[in-house]
């Protein structure tokens, strides 16, 4: 996301009028959580709406015209105030969608007892997620922005930290699987909204828009072009179109299944003792490493490079770096 400082701002510091910061220097401007703001100012008249009241009406605004509606002018006028009111409530677009977010985010429920069944907890999670997005078509592209949580953000992870807590995923695992989860939740809810609109639009039916997916990969295979797409056309019998419910539930139960699978090879390691392999990623390199290759091969590459007027190492990593 890139942030722009307000016209007439040339410090590196932006200051609300009671010279709260609400953005940080440092050469970049970087947003910091509307939590962190006081609701209320210690001086001055009370305000007449509360954030959840500005939040609402933003909601409603961005659940008719998408985010692109949403504005400090027309959030002010749906409240009733003149717009510059409105910044002693929130002081940027930003921070409304922050609050946006994160009302909607109160939109989950959580049983009053842990469940027995974890998996299907979590499986409820993100059934819970796609109806969320659903009801809000413009959270995939407020969740695009870098996350700040609320109140009702952090009772996700809570609850969802909680249904992961009995497996051996660490901490970055089970945040990254809490991430995957949901991402997909608020993806395939986002696209579901997005066929609605367009049938709404246009007449045309998710059915017809998915006769029409198939209808292109079919012609696809047909052509010759794509042999792996004809191979696995061709092996796959025949069966009943699947609505887009059991799709998601589908999709869900293999994304869980990583999970198992993950938690069984760690509870082997554990078992036969041996220690659990450090991520690829999270690994220091040197950069020197020893090949062997036939003599023949070693020929031609010191041929290759000495036509070329590079080093023979030149030319071997430009090779592995294009593989």
């Known amino acids: 996301m890139v942030l722009r400082r307000p016209a007439g701002q040339l410090a590196p510091l932006v200051r609300s009028a009671r010279g709260k910061v609400l953005w940080g220097g440092g050469g970049k401007l970087t947003p910091i959580s509307i939590w962190d703001i006081p609701e209320q100012g210690t001086r001055g008249p009370k305000g007449k709406y509360d954030r959840a009241e500005v939040a609402l009406v933003t909601i409603r605004l961005a659940d008719a015209g998408g985010l692109d509606a949403v504005t400090m002018r027309r959030v ?7 717009p510059m009111s409105l910044y ?7 921070h409304l969608i922050q609050l946006m977010v994160d009302m909607a985010a109160g939109e989950y429920q959580y049983p009053d007892r842990e469940p027995a069944d974890k998996r299907a907890a979590i499986a ?12 809000h078509p413009w959270l995939p592209d407020a969740m695009r922005r870098p996350a700040v949580f609320g109140p009702n953000g952090l009772a996700y992870f809570e609850w969802f930290l909680g249904l992961l807590a009995g497996s051996r995923l660490d901490t970055a695992a089970k945040m990254e699987f809490i991430a995957m989860i949901n991402g997909f939740a608020v993806m395939y ?16 039916s998710p059915d017809q828009h998915a006769a029409a997916q198939v209808a292109t990969l079919v012609s696809a295979a047909a052509s010759g072009q ?13 069966s009943r179109v699947r609505d887009a419910d059991e799709v998601f539930d589908s999709c869900v139960e293999a994304l869980a299944g990583l999970a198992d699978v993950v938690r069984d090879v760690l509870a082997d390691l554990a078992v036969s003792g041996e220690p659990i392999p450090e991520p690829l990623s999270e690994r220091t390199y040197s ?29 071997v990593s430009d090779r592995l770096a294009r593989a």
């Open 124 to 135: 409820d999670l993100a059934r819970q997620g796609r109806d969320i997005t659903r009801r």
């Open 88 to 94: 002693n409530y929130v002081p940027t677009k930003d």
């Open 76 to 82: 002010a006028a749906g409240l009733g105030i003149a």
């Open 226 to 238: 794509y042999p792996n797409l004809a191979a696995a056309l061709s092996s796959s019998e025949p």
């Open 287 to 315: 950069g020197r490493f020893v090949v062997r290759v036939p003599a023949e091969v070693h020929c031609r590459l010191v041929r290759e490079a000495a036509e070329q007027h590079v080093s023979l190492n030149r030319l």
């Open 189 to 204: 809810g986002g696209m579901e909204a997005t066929l609605a609109a367009q049938q709404a639009s246009t007449g045309i």
